[in-house]
């Protein structure tokens, strides 16, 4: 589709029947104003210049329901073929638009319906432009109409994911999750965020573990756990010099027992010949 001039005239049937000719800017569209004071180099009078009409700023002024309903789906119709064809800001244009026409009719049932419509499809469009914070305001005007909008709810998470507004955003992904669980994209979006709210949980944490205890949050646990191990090694060390000193006063008492056996042995011997000789010698006495 070729992009559209930076003015396009558009026509829709006013209430008497009449064409009515509407300028629309081109988004994003840089254009000259007219100059507002008059040129100091000229003589004339203002005064006789023709009164400028100001241009009606309500699009939907003078015109029905019906009439704006089927504008507003002319533009939408418009803004879903330039969206398409990848021209967003072009899309947003229309998408605009469309809202213009059917803001004032909203409690009409099919104005209202057609307006969720439109304002879900302006937070798609400007999306694609990276228009995050605009995206958040047309999403929950859509939201506004309709809070189980799941469309609304994923583009508003989307969008305030990018804005770095992790809990808003959790809180929109989580609800659109809930209405459609197969939605995956709002699954995968839902898993970012998850994750970067948990990592900014895991550097808080660090953070006041630095601050407040040095090393960790559960620094008191820590210094428990420790001095418990010491004093379980202290007890194993008490344990092994009692079992060290026990198996010395064995080895003492062993050793102690083994001289008075070998004494008790010695004299034994000893006296065996004395006996012998005692023997001896009374045997020659009789």
């Known amino acids: 589709m070729a992009t559209p001039a930076?003015?396009?005239?558009?026509?829709t049937v006013a209430a008497d029947g009449e064409a009515v000719k509407m300028e629309t800017v081109g988004y994003g569209v840089g254009e000259e104003e007219d100059d507002l004071l008059p040129d100091p180099g000229d003589g004339g009078d203002s005064s006789s210049s023709e009164e400028e009409?100001?241009?009606?700023?309500d699009l939907s002024e003078g015109l029905s329901a019906e009439e704006c309903v089927a504008a507003a789906c002319d533009a939408k119709a418009a803004g879903n073929e330039y969206f398409k064809a990848g021209e967003s800001a072009d899309a947003c244009q229309k998408y605009q638009l469309g809202v213009q026409y059917l803001r004032r009719h909203s409690s009409d049932p099919a104005a209202r319906e057609l307006l969720l419509s439109v304002q879900t499809n302006l937070a798609a469009a400007q999306i694609k432009l990276e228009l995050w914070a605009d995206a958040v305001v047309a999403a929950t005007?859509?939201?506004?109409?309709?809070?189980?909008?799941t469309k609304a709810l994923f583009r508003r998470g989307l969008a305030r994911s990018r804005l770095s507004e992790w809990d808003l955003a959790k809180t929109d992904l989580t609800a659109a999750c809930r209405l459609d669980p197969r939605n995956r994209e709002a699954r995968a979006?839902?898993?970012v965020v998850q994750a970067q709210l948990a990592q900014m949980r895991e550097v808080e944490r660090e953070r006041l573990s630095k601050l407040f205890v040095g090393k960790s949050l559960y620094a008191a646990e820590e210094k428990q756990r420790q001095r418990k191990q010491a004093e379980e090694a202290r007890a194993e060390e008490v344990?092994?010099?009692?079992?060290?000193?026990?198996?010395e006063a064995l080895r003492v008492e062993w050793a102690a027992e083994c001289r008075r056996l070998r004494a008790e042995e010695a004299e034994?011997?000893?006296?065996?010949?004395?006996?012998?000789?005692?023997?001896?010698?009374?045997?020659?006495?009789?």
Request: net charge negative.
């Open 6 to 11: 930076v003015e396009d005239q558009m026509e």
């Open 239 to 247: 344990r092994r010099a009692q079992e060290v000193e026990k198996e």
């Open 268 to 286: 034994r011997r000893n006296a065996r010949p004395e006996a012998a000789a005692e023997a001896r010698a009374g045997g020659a006495a009789g």
């Open 53 to 57: 009409v100001p241009a009606p700023t």
């Open 189 to 191: 979006e839902l898993a």
């Open 141 to 149: 005007a859509a939201l506004e109409l309709d809070p189980s909008s």
